[in-house]
């Protein structure tokens, strides 16, 4: 069993952490304060093939695998965890066009998205639907001209910042089956978003609800087939969680290297910190939990590249075990800063706050445990 990574992938965490340090951490907490990702950005990551790690090579993507995927996610999230998850959320997008859509409109749509001049955003979650997903309610009846679109999607992530929005949408009856799967460009008559939301964390991100009143969208806006949109949107699901996984690993990591310097720096009675046997044991329990964490992401992404039938089961493991791990090792991270690390100036904070999130998203980790635990009882 080989655990190293090969050069390749070596060079992709390699050119992914350059960029990250360059380009976003510098940047971070301005971005934060501001609320948005400034656009110009995303084509810097485009040209760097990020924007469509797992398209195929046919569709303009970079062909690779999960597991080259969550060295990218992080290696950015050492930089800013909030701006990596975002570009997760483009590249889950991009997956489903380029698995599911038909071939004109991965022609009309791919282009743009390889290059981040289309951003796109994933509209799933509803005010009353959350981990229930096939309970959602938007609807969209078919017309002459197409679809016309009545409902409300909530906690988007790019809602009134994006370019184009992959909605999940009620075409039939009530379940997983009368899920379908529609793209709508912004600027759409009918389409509008709330507020800006005000979060804990993920505050570079804009999040807001996004709202249809009697949005209309040509025909040749369905994606796939209809009635398959639930199944498109659980297809990307595993990657995402293996995605978000890494954004936690990255950004602890990052926490975990910052408190090292701090403790060598801090001094107390008479010695820096880092010399108390107590202390050391601490940061001993945060190296050995992050390389477990690390050790389990990327077998739980080899399955998922490989086909293995227990994939499913993996990513959700490693999904409620590696988000877990990278928010209790930040908050040890700042309680080893002592009161430095509750002030904004020493970037821990902000981590803890962009962590916490990680343990709700792409399937809360109390979902993640039901499948775990309906997997092992299936057997």
């Known amino acids: 069993m080989d655990f190293a990574l090969t050069e390749e992938q070596t060079a992709i965490f390699e050119m992914a952490y350059a960029f990250g340090q360059e380009h976003i951490a510098p940047h971070a907490r301005d971005w934060e304060a501001q609320g948005t990702i400034p656009k110009e950005l995303w084509p810097q990551l485009g040209e760097l093939g990020f924007a469509g790690l797992y398209v195929s090579e046919d569709s303009g993507g970079s062909g690779l695998s999960r597991l080259d995927a969550t060295l990218v996610f992080e290696a950015l999230s050492m930089a800013c965890p909030s701006v990596a998850a975002f570009l997760s959320i483009h590249n889950m997008c991009a997956k489903m066009i380029d698995a599911f859509a038909s071939d004109a409109m991965k022609a009309r749509v791919l282009p743009k998205a390889m290059t981040m001049e289309t951003v796109l955003s994933y509209c799933l979650t509803e005010p009353g639907s959350g981990s229930d997903a096939a ?37 039939g009856e009530d379940g997983p089956k009368g899920v379908s799967a529609v793209l709508i460009e912004d600027g759409t008559p009918g389409l509008s978003f709330g507020g800006l939301e005000d979060k804990m964390g993920w505050r570079s991100q ?24 639930f199944k498109y949107a659980m297809a990307g699901l595993d990657g995402g969680r293996l995605n978000i996984a890494a954004c936690s690993l990255g950004a602890a990591q990052t926490g975990l290297t910052s408190t090292l310097a701090y403790m060598a720096e801090r001094k107390a009675f008479g010695k820096s910190i880092d010399q108390f046997q107590a202390l050391q044991f601490r940061l001993a329990d945060m190296e050995i939990e992050l390389q477990a964490a690390r050790t389990f992401l990327r077998q739980a992404a080899w399955k998922l590249d490989t086909g293995a039938p227990d994939a499913t089961k993996f990513c959700a493991m490693a999904k409620k075990f590696v988000t877990e791990t990278g928010s209790q090792v930040v908050d040890q991270c700042l309680q080893l800063h002592g009161g430095y690390g509750y002030l904004a100036d020493y970037g821990i904070e902000k981590l803890v706050r962009d962590l916490r999130v990680h343990q709700i998203l792409e399937g809360t980790n109390e979902i993640m445990r039901l499948i775990v635990a309906r997997q092992m009882l299936a057997r």
């Open 135 to 171: 309970a959602l309610k938007t609807r969209a009846e078919r017309t002459n001209e197409g679809y016309t679109l009545n409902g409300t999607k909530a906690f988007i992530s790019g809602g009134g910042y994006s370019d184009l929005y992959v909605a999940m949408v009620r075409t």
């Open 206 to 229: 804009p999040t807001r609800q996004v709202q249809f009143d009697d949005c209309k969208i040509p025909v040749d806006n369905l994606l796939g087939e209809e009635g398959q949109g």
